[in-house]
């Protein structure tokens, strides 16, 4: 019982005077309690933390022969003195010539082989975020209002609805599709076309326009969209838009979640190791209008009051001449699926209500169920990226607490030293899916508000973009001007399934200010103190 008080936070809301009633004019107020992230201090598990390194062994063996090799190599040479090892060189090149040349030979060849061998670096040379038109434009008190003007909600529902869009980190600018506003049936085929025509194309242009690259020379396409999946699919649709070369490999991703982009870019990463000297896509959206849910039951109610247009097109290359142009290189890619676990698998749950009305259903259990999928993946990730320093101490004291931490049934456990995160990374790309989420995310992680600010701002000026979500906050850090060569970026996103998937890149240049970004227009009014 004490372990559930403990994922339990309380909130006063609603202050206010009574009007009416018995009590009118006493001051009235209510309490919120809601879930939280359970404490990552207490709950470490030491499993995870053998996954990473072992992540770390299989890739990081080789490398740590070479340092032995080398030293061996520096030892015995260094032995020698200038005349005695050039006489030793030329000797044995006089008496034993044919055994020199073998060994050149063997070198030069086993050398090639390591290096045609080893799988290429997957570079990102740009990336692009669709911003809609102005007539888009919505703020939370405009949605409300089309909310009661539609007349599909009871009074109940549109309180409810107003509470969660003024306590969720959004702002006033996001952007919904004219039909949600206008009360008119958004769960049709041809609105979802629309939509995705509209987000999907705006980036693209973008992008290509960005990176001089013309859509006959993408060789993979890799589209992700959890909800609207159309026959032909989005894949087939961009590839008869931009009259895309038939032979390109095209892959359409559906119902992966909010977490959905990193996905991708794993497939993407797959297809371009195995077809090198190759560019491709990966194409990342959700259509608002097609899953806006017109019912009353209030956990599906949810999504109506965080999703927002938006759309991220990026093209990754792994032709080494693109080294030069190329704004990041892939480090890592580390993936945690919950699915196995029934709680997890539907804490977000397509399906339809009493009144048979098709929408998202999110448990009141996600906050935690989303803590323990990104616990697990940021302690198989921790061995990949931090310092030797931070892992000796983690290491140390979790074997401490494992062994010698339960000594007594009236000794508190002795607590894991949790790494500091910020020594590995530079920039954070949070999945901005609300308020809460990212209260949360930077209490157990430690991380600053300076940290955690590009995806606070990406919440508030465009709203939870689902799987795009994390290349706004990019965006915001690059019209920032923030990234310099050398940085460490981590992008984290959960979504529904359960998934925590995580993408680390590595700045291979200065990042100046780009001529077309999302931000521009507005980027001086950021961050906000509220």
């Given at each position: 019982?004490?372990?559930?008080?403990?994922?339990l936070?309380?909130?006063?809301?609603?202050r206010?005077?009574?009007?009416?009633?018995?009590?009118?004019?006493?001051?009235?107020?209510?309490?919120?309690?809601?879930?939280?992230?359970?404490?990552?201090?207490?709950?470490?598990?030491?499993?995870?933390?053998?996954?990473?390194?072992h992540?770390?062994?299989?890739?990081?063996?080789?490398?740590?022969?070479?340092?032995?090799?080398v030293?061996?190599?520096?030892a015995?040479?260094?032995?020698?003195s200038?005349e005695?090892?050039w006489?030793?060189?030329?000797?044995?090149?006089?008496?034993?010539?044919?055994?020199?040349?073998?060994?050149?030979?063997?070198?030069?060849?086993t050398?090639?082989?390591?290096?045609?061998?080893?799988?290429?670096?997957?570079?990102?040379?740009?990336?692009a975020?669709?911003?809609?038109?102005?007539?888009?434009?919505?703020?939370?008190?405009?949605?409300?209002?089309?909310?009661?003007r539609?007349?599909k909600?009871?009074?109940?529902?549109?309180?409810?609805?107003?509470?969660?869009?003024?306590?969720?980190?959004?702002?006033?600018?996001?952007?919904?599709?004219?039909?949600v506003?206008?009360?008119?049936?958004?769960a049709t085929?041809?609105?979802?076309?629309?939509e995705?025509?509209?987000?999907?194309?705006?980036?693209?242009?973008?992008?290509?326009?960005?990176?001089?690259?013309?859509?006959?020379?993408?060789?993979?396409?890799?589209?992700?969209?959890?909800?609207?999946?159309?026959?032909?699919?989005?894949?087939?649709?961009?590839?008869?838009?931009?009259?895309?070369?038939?032979?390109?490999?095209?892959?359409?991703?559906?119902?992966?979640?909010?977490?959905?982009?990193?996905i991708?870019?794993?497939?993407?990463?797959?297809?371009?190791?195995?077809?090198?000297?190759n560019?491709?896509v990966?194409?990342?959206?959700?259509m608002?209008?097609?899953?806006?849910?017109?019912?009353?039951?209030?956990?599906?109610?949810i999504?109506?009051?965080?999703?927002?247009?938006g759309c991220?097109?990026?093209?990754?290359?792994?032709?080494?001449?693109?080294?030069?142009?190329?704004?990041?290189?892939?480090?890592?890619?580390?993936?945690?699926?919950?699915?196995?676990?029934?709680?997890?698998?539907?804490?977000v749950?397509?399906?339809?209500?009493?009144?048979r009305?098709?929408?998202?259903?999110?448990?009141?259990?996600?906050?935690?169920?989303g803590?323990?999928a990104?616990?697990?993946?940021?302690?198989?990730?921790?061995?990949?990226?931090?310092?030797?320093?931070?892992?000796?101490?983690?290491?140390?004291?979790?074997?401490?607490?494992?062994?010698?931490?339960?000594?007594?049934?009236?000794?508190?456990?002795?607590?894991?030293y949790?790494?500091?995160y910020?020594?590995?990374?530079?920039?954070?790309?949070?999945?901005?899916?609300?308020?809460?989420?990212?209260?949360e995310?930077?209490?157990?992680?430690?991380?600053?508000?300076?940290?955690?600010?590009?995806?606070?701002?990406?919440?508030?000026?465009f709203?939870n973009?689902?799987?795009?979500?994390?290349?706004?906050?990019?965006?915001?850090?690059?019209?920032?001007?923030?990234?310099?060569?050398?940085?460490?970026?981590?992008?984290?996103?959960?979504?529904?399934?359960?998934?925590?998937?995580?993408?680390?890149w590595?700045?291979?240049?200065?990042?100046?200010?780009?001529?077309?970004?999302?931000?521009?227009?507005?980027?001086?009014?950021?961050?906000t103190?509220?």
């Amino acid at each position: 019982m004490a372990g559930e008080q403990d994922l339990l936070a309380t909130e006063i809301v609603n202050r206010g005077i009574e009007s009416s009633g018995p009590n009118a004019g006493s001051q009235t107020f209510s309490v919120r309690v809601r879930r939280r992230l359970p404490d990552f201090v207490q709950s470490v598990n030491l499993k995870y933390v053998k996954l990473g390194y072992h992540y770390l062994i299989n890739h990081g063996i080789y490398l740590a022969t070479i340092p032995v090799l080398v030293l061996v190599f520096s030892a015995e040479v260094g032995s020698l003195s200038r005349e005695e090892l050039w006489k030793k060189l030329w000797g044995d090149a006089r008496y034993d010539l044919a055994t020199v040349l073998g060994f050149f030979a063997l070198f030069v060849f086993t050398l090639s082989v390591y290096v045609m061998s080893r799988p290429r670096s997957i570079y990102l040379i740009d990336f692009a975020c669709f911003k809609p038109t102005d007539d888009l434009k919505v703020s939370k008190q405009q949605l409300i209002e089309a909310a009661r003007r539609s007349g599909k909600y009871d009074e109940g529902s549109l309180n409810f609805q107003k509470r969660i869009l003024m306590s969720s980190g959004i702002g006033d600018e996001t952007y919904i599709p004219k039909p949600v506003m206008a009360g008119e049936n958004c769960a049709t085929m041809k609105e979802g076309r629309a939509e995705a025509g509209m987000v999907m194309f705006g980036a693209l242009d973008e992008l290509f326009e960005k990176t001089g690259i013309r859509p006959k020379d993408v060789g993979v396409l890799v589209v992700n969209c959890s909800i609207f999946n159309p026959t032909p699919s989005l894949s087939a649709m961009i590839i008869n838009h931009y009259k895309m070369r038939g032979n390109i490999l095209s892959f359409n991703l559906g119902g992966m979640g909010c977490s959905a982009s990193v996905i991708a870019i794993d497939l993407a990463r797959d297809m371009l190791e195995s077809n090198p000297n190759n560019y491709a896509v990966v194409v990342s959206t959700e259509m608002v209008g097609y899953n806006w849910y017109p019912g009353k039951e209030r956990s599906m109610i949810i999504p109506n009051c965080f999703f927002r247009m938006g759309c991220s097109a990026l093209l990754l290359s792994n032709r080494r001449p693109d080294f030069r142009r190329a704004k990041y290189r892939l480090e890592h890619i580390v993936r945690t699926h919950k699915g196995a676990d029934d709680r997890s698998f539907r804490c977000v749950y397509q399906e339809e209500d009493s009144e048979r009305l098709k929408g998202l259903r999110v448990s009141k259990d996600l906050v935690e169920i989303g803590g323990e999928a990104l616990k697990t993946n940021i302690t198989t990730l921790g061995p990949l990226v931090l310092p030797f320093s931070e892992q000796l101490f983690f290491f140390a004291t979790l074997l401490w607490r494992n062994l010698f931490g339960h000594a007594g049934p009236q000794q508190p456990p002795t607590k894991p030293y949790i790494p500091d995160y910020k020594l590995a990374f530079e920039h954070f790309c949070v999945h901005a899916a609300s308020k809460t989420a990212l209260d949360e995310l930077q209490r157990n992680l430690g991380l600053s508000d300076a940290n955690i600010e590009p995806s606070r701002m990406a919440l508030k000026r465009f709203g939870n973009t689902s799987s795009s979500s994390i290349w706004y906050e990019l965006a915001y850090l690059e019209a920032k001007e923030r990234v310099k060569k050398g940085d460490r970026v981590w992008q984290i996103a959960f979504g529904s399934g359960f998934k925590c998937n995580s993408l680390v890149w590595k700045a291979m240049r200065r990042v100046k200010k780009p001529a077309r970004n999302p931000w521009l227009d507005c980027i001086d009014r950021y961050p906000t103190v509220n």
